[in-house]
T-cell receptor
Framework: NAGVTQTPKFRVLKTGQSMTLLCAQDMNHEYMYWYRQDPGMGLRLIHYSVGEGTTAKGEVPDGYNVSRLKKQNFLLGLESAAPSQTSVYFC???????????FGPGTRLLVL | KQEVTQIPAALSVPEGENLVLNCSFTDSAIYNLQWFRQDPGKGLTSLLLIQSSQREQTSGRLNASLDKSSGRSTLYIAASQPGDSATYLCAVRQGGSYIPTFGRGTSLIVHP
């Protein structure tokens, strides 16, 4: 199993540009999550999904959209990037609520 | 609202020392608790998952205990090694919630 993979690993954007971060898992997990991690702020949940076709807002959803059209993929979109969205983004997944949560390697995003 | 605290924020110990990392939570009605390790520039790696019905879990030199009534979990690392240097995070999930609450982590340095 590849586990949880994230694409791309690193990206530089200009303010106002858009992009999509891809998270893929090959473990047939139901639950998927997008977090951002910033120095001094810890991990903050952006959006999550409890199954294919579902999405829900987390703690800091503004400026982001997500889609879960296929069970194995969870996409995070930035429609108009802002410098405040400079961060490291992590995707995570778990099979069931009693199961271990697995994280991807992260995507470093720099918005100029 | 669940709050998770990890004290100390940073810890430096000599190699070979046995050490304890702490995780406190304010609401004892938890479903499970998970300990993670994060190396610099990397994603989170799951170490141990403790269900609410369990008192402890062990993996190699690691032992995690859970005391729901006092709102505490400890991660015991035996015979620490420089390779144990990392940030250790705990995450608590409430019953009925899809979302775990993360602590800010303890940054551990084990020096030779």
């Amino acid at each position: 199993n590849a586990g949880v993979t994230q694409t791309p690993k690193f990206r530089v954007l200009k303010t106002g540009q858009s992009m999509t971060l891809l998270c893929a898992q090959d473990m047939n997990h139901e639950y998927m999550y997008w977090y951002r991690q910033d120095p001094g702020m810890g991990l903050r949940l952006i959006h999550y999904s409890v199954g294919e076709g579902t999405t829900a807002k987390g703690e800091v959803p503004d400026g982001y959209n997500v889609s879960r059209l296929k069970k194995q993929n969870f996409l995070l979109g930035l429609e108009s990037a802002a410098p405040s969205q400079t961060s490291v983004y992590f995707c995570a997944s778990r099979k069931g609520l009693a199961e271990t949560q697995y994280f991807g390697p992260g995507t470093r995003l720099l918005v100029l | 609202k669940q709050e998770v605290t990890q004290i100390p924020a940073a810890l430096s110990v000599p190699e070979g020392e046995n050490l304890v990392l702490n995780c406190s939570f304010t609401d004892s009605a938890i479903y499970n608790l998970q300990w993670f390790r994060q190396d610099p520039g990397k994603g989170l790696t799951s170490l141990l998952l403790i269900q609410s019905s369990q008192r402890e879990q062990t993996s190699g030199r690691l032992n995690a205990s859970l005391d729901k009534s006092s709102g505490r979990s400890t991660l015991y690392i035996a015979a620490s090694q420089p390779g144990d240097s990392a940030t250790y995070l705990c995450a608590v999930r409430q019953g009925g919630s899809y979302i775990p609450t993360f602590g800010r982590g303890t940054s551990l340095i084990v020096h030779p």
